[in-house]
């Protein structure tokens, strides 16, 4: 038996606007994971149970750009793995699905790792990145690399499209409560929209991709330098130009409002948009509020984490 786990992840700032060259600022979260056990079987073939998504199938039956289904084979051509072993793999998740939490970054990197081990072919963290990429332009068309760069490493990243990764210092522990809003959101969708809103007029939304990469720069002095207030307003900022980018949603203006009214020191959407995940960043003693006020507002899940180094 062999075992991989990987984190979820969300978006502080700079979404969107990471695809065109702008920073963006990214965390783990380890309150939520994707978990893979993979087993040698007498069963013919790799059988694949994931009842999370209701799936229990051998890979073969399985169309080839299915999002399991394509880490498995390009993994085993990668390794040149031939004839295919006889495998049960199992995949549990707590990370909710299309809500910017990195849900299918978190699967790929967990089952990369898995097969590496089990079929000894080992790989370093950047080889294991670097598969996840690929494997998220099959499924997302242009991202950024931003969810498996943090997957992969688990740390608090500062994040720019074609540069080294940067890890960032956290002066102080701060609190982040997740709402997810239970709309499925692909990513591919939203991104897409914002580059044809680029495409009709890129000198416009350069400007608003530069004010957001100028936000992204002053939340990271502001993280290290553990200033809670100066971080809450810049995600107001921050929110105010995805709504500008048409990525936002009526969900998530509701909660994004809610968590304000209930003391948050800010608030914003977090990931592709148009659903998924809102962030709000509250002091420790009032995150249960916080919390309390967006499931009033009608979030379906609710996620509080920690981040620190």
């Known amino acids: 038996m062999t075992h991989a786990s990987a984190p979820g992840k969300i978006i502080l700032f700079g979404e969107h606007a990471v695809v065109y060259g702008r920073p963006a600022l990214a965390v783990p979260v380890t309150q939520v994971h994707a978990d893979i056990e993979i087993r040698d079987s007498s069963r013919a073939g790799i059988w694949i149970d994931a009842p999370d998504i209701d799936l229990h199938a051998e890979l073969n039956t399985l169309p080839s750009d299915h999002p399991i289904a394509s880490v498995i084979h390009n993994f085993l051509f990668l390794a040149r793995v031939s004839p295919f072993p006889n495998l049960g793999?199992?995949?549990?998740?707590?990370?909710?699905?299309?809500?910017?939490?990195?849900?299918?970054?978190?699967?790929?990197?967990?089952?990369?790792?898995?097969?590496?081990?089990?079929?000894?072919?080992?790989?370093?963290d950047e080889e294991v990145?670097?598969?996840?990429?690929?494997?998220?332009?099959?499924?997302?068309?242009?991202?950024?690399?931003?969810?498996?760069?943090?997957?992969?490493?688990?740390?608090?990243?500062?994040?720019?499209?074609?540069?080294?990764?940067?890890?960032?210092?956290?002066g102080k522990p701060f609190t982040i409560v997740i709402g997810d809003t239970g709309i499925?959101?692909?990513t591919r969708?939203?991104?897409?929209?914002v580059r044809k809103?680029?495409?009709?007029?890129?000198?416009?939304?350069?400007?608003?991709?530069?004010?957001?990469g100028e936000i992204?720069?002053?939340a990271r002095e502001?993280?290290?330098?553990?200033?809670?207030?100066?971080?809450?307003g810049l995600m107001d900022q921050n929110h105010a130009l995805l709504r500008e980018m048409t990525v936002s949603s009526p969900e998530l203006d509701r909660l994004v409002s809610a968590a304000r009214e209930a003391g948050a020191t800010g608030a914003k959407l977090s990931g592709g948009g148009r659903g998924g995940n809102m962030i709000a960043l509250t002091e420790a003693d009032q995150a249960e509020s916080v919390s309390r006020a967006l499931t009033a507002a009608g979030a379906r899940h609710v996620i509080m984490t920690t981040i620190e180094d």
Request: charged share 20%; hydrophobic share 40%; no cysteine.
């Open 129 to 170: 990145n670097a598969f996840t990429y690929e494997i998220e332009k099959l499924h997302h068309g242009t991202p950024s690399g931003i969810d498996n760069t943090v997957v992969t490493y688990a740390k608090p990243v500062y994040f720019i499209k074609g540069q080294l990764m940067e890890t960032f210092k956290v």
């Open 89 to 124: 793999i199992n995949i549990t998740s707590t990370i909710p699905v299309a809500s910017g939490l990195g849900s299918g970054a978190a699967v790929t990197v967990a089952l990369t790792r898995a097969l590496a081990s089990h079929l000894n072919h080992p790989l370093t």
């Open 216 to 218: 992204a720069k002053r």
């Open 189 to 193: 969708e939203s991104v897409g929209d």
């Open 184 to 186: 499925h959101a692909p």
């Open 197 to 212: 809103l680029w495409e009709a007029d890129p000198g416009k939304w350069e400007g608003v991709f530069d004010e957001v």
């Open 222 to 232: 502001a993280i290290e330098g553990g200033d809670a207030k100066e971080l809450g």
